[in-house]
């Protein structure tokens, strides 16, 4: 089996990275579309894989094909490649924002799933949430979930609607956690921190937290209360994020994602 990539991205190269560290899809099996020659060259180099400048090839050669673009771009490749795919190939797409209904109308192909990654993918510790089109067969499914599943964790959904919420909450969410990693690192700083120390205790506060809360299963608002005691430093700091209206800034800046997720596809 050939796995094609249109698109020799981030993600691309996490999902390349992420199948070869579980050693059941040898490096041959790959071959990647990539326009910039230095790109295709470094994929080549790094990872053994087969490389094309040819978007046509990559379809001639490939029993599956996982769309990389960026989504303004879906319109070009879509015109290039309609009619070209054959029914028994699957048509996997991780573009933001591009609805399943779309992909089958751009590409005239039904055989498709729509999967929102996140970068956390690239060291197998990301989120995928994926939808599969009607036609996609369980064989299909069971491919997707274990290519998936070597990113880090996979969750199927049969609502598109949860495409768009995931990709506002964990496509877009490491963008949100590094901003805010960013601001207590600034802030450690400007209290005398040296910026290397603040950066290492920063990220192991969010780390060691995320492992304490997935691993004892501890919600959020237990958590909170764990820290938290009557009068003291937390609880300040805590009465402070709150007047500054920092968890409805948040909620809303996932809101404009999620909105902004749809508008990309065209629906309300």
Known sequence: MTIGFIGGGIMAEAIIRGVLNQKNISASDFLISELVESRRNFLKDTYKINVTNSNSELIEKSDVIILCVKPQNLFNVGEELKGLLKPDQLLISILAGISINKLIDQFDHERVIRVMPNTPAQIGEGVSVWLAAEDVSVDDKSFAKNILSSLGLEIEVMDEKLIDIGTAL????????????????????????????????????????????SDQNISAVELKTMVTSPGGTTAEALMTLEKQQFRTALMEAVYSAYKKSISLRGES
Do not use: C, N, W
């Open 170 to 213: 964990s496509g877009s969410g490491p963008a949100y956690v590094a901003l805010f990693i960013e601001s207590l690192i600034d802030a450690a700083v400007a209290l005398g921190m040296t910026r290397d120390m603040a950066e290492k205790l920063a990220l192991q506060t969010v780390s060691g937290t995320s492992k304490l809360m």
